[in-house]
């Protein structure tokens, strides 16, 4: 695989995560009633520990996507210009 297409596929990578990441959130935020009372038939959850794993699912993916999908980028272009 070539620099230039490993670049893309990094860029195009970090774009799907962050979309992801914001349809995770926005459904989280708008939808918080309607995905708890669906997780509470499943599991047997409080309402504070639903809010505690998705903040704290949505902080590992960030960091997760930075790591291995940003900072890979940004070494690249550094490396290459």
């Known amino acids: ?13 970090t774009i799907f995560h962050y979309l992801v990441l914001i349809l995770w959130f926005c459904l989280f935020f708008y939808a918080h009633d309607a995905l708890f009372r ?21 902080g590992l993916y960030k960091i997760l996507v930075f790591v291995f999908n940003v900072a890979p980028l940004l070494a690249l272009w550094l490396a290459s210009r």
Do not use: H, K
């Not at 695989?1 to 195009?12: A, D, G, H, P, S």
């Open 38 to 58: 669906l997780q509470r038939r499943w599991f047997r959850i409080t309402e504070p520990a639903f809010d505690l794993l998705n903040y704290g699912g949505i």
């Open 1 to 13: 695989m070539t620099e230039i297409r490993l670049e893309q596929v990094l860029l195009y990578s």
